[in-house]
């Protein structure tokens, strides 16, 4: 019943092999997706990093000059307590 699906060249004893072969196709098919799907997200992954690192350093910098800030306001402080 099978075998009138198939084309007329192909024997009964060829069955599997077309089955095998088709099943390889579609196994290397998803593969192939798979892996440009792989490629994509690490791309995406790689450029999140980078911009949460930049994010990182400009707070880092933010802080150190608030920090900075907060030191010479507290010596103009402790200079008028001083002066008083």
């Given at each position: 019943m099978k075998g009138h699906l198939l084309p007329f060249f192909v024997g009964k004893g060829q069955n599997e092999n077309i089955f095998s072969s088709s099943l390889t196709l579609r196994t290397c098919c998803y593969q192939?997706?798979?892996?440009?799907?792989?490629?994509?997200?690490?791309?995406?992954h790689s450029a999140e990093v980078k911009k949460v690192k930049a994010e990182l350093r400009d707070s880092e910098s933010q802080c150190m000059s608030v920090q900075r800030e907060v030191m010479i306001l507290k010596d103009k402080v402790e200079k008028v307590r001083r002066e008083r």
């Open positions: 192939a997706e798979h892996h440009s799907e792989m490629t994509r997200r690490e791309g995406l």
